[in-house]
C-alpha cells in the first residue's frame, strides 16, 4: 500500500507565506512526477506545480513567480513553498505522485488527502 501524507496547511493573512510538504511511503519502487494540485469550493481540481524525478518543474501561470516546487528523492517527499500568497490561493491542495509499486506494476497515480490553505484578506 501507499500512502502520501501532507502537512503544513492553515490559515494566512495575505502576502504571507507557507511551506507544504508531503511524504510518500509504503511499497515504491520508483516514483516520477509528483505535484500539487488544488481545489477551490466550486471549481474543478487544478494543477499547481509539478517536479519531474529529475528536477525538472511546471507551474501554473497563476502562481509563477511565487511558489517553488522542490523534492527530496531520498526520502520520497515533495515540498511547496508559497510565498506573497493571495485570497484567491485559498483552496484544499493536494499532492500526487506518479510512481511504480513493483517491477510488474504499471505507473499509476496516487492521492494525498489534501491540506487546506486558508488566505485572508
Known amino acids: 500500500q501507499v500512502q502520501l501524507v501532507e502537512s503544513g496547511g492553515g490559515l494566512v493573512q495575505a502576502g504571507g507565506s507557507l511551506r507544504l510538504s508531503c511524504a510518500a511511503s509504503?511499497?515504491?519502487?520508483?516514483?516520477?512526477?509528483m505535484g500539487w494540485y488544488r481545489q477551490a469550493p466550486g471549481k474543478q481540481r487544478e494543477l499547481v506545480a509539478s517536479?519531474?524525478?529529475?528536477?525538472?518543474?511546471n507551474y501554473a501561470d497563476s502562481v509563477k513567480g511565487r511558489f517553488t516546487i522542490s523534492r527530496d528523492n531520498a526520502k520520497n517527499t515533495v515540498y511547496l513553498q508559497m510565498n506573497s500568497l493571495k485570497p484567491e490561493d485559498t483552496a484544499v491542495y493536494y499532492c500526487?505522485?506518479?510512481?511504480?509499486?513493483?517491477?510488474?506494476?504499471?505507473?499509476?497515480?496516487?492521492w494525498g488527502q489534501g491540506t487546506q490553505v486558508t488566505v485572508s484578506s
Open positions: 517536479i519531474t524525478s529529475g528536477g525538472s518543474t
Open positions: 500526487s505522485a506518479n510512481l511504480r509499486t513493483n517491477w510488474f506494476a504499471n505507473l499509476g497515480d496516487y
Open positions: 509504503g511499497s515504491i519502487l520508483v516514483i516520477n512526477t
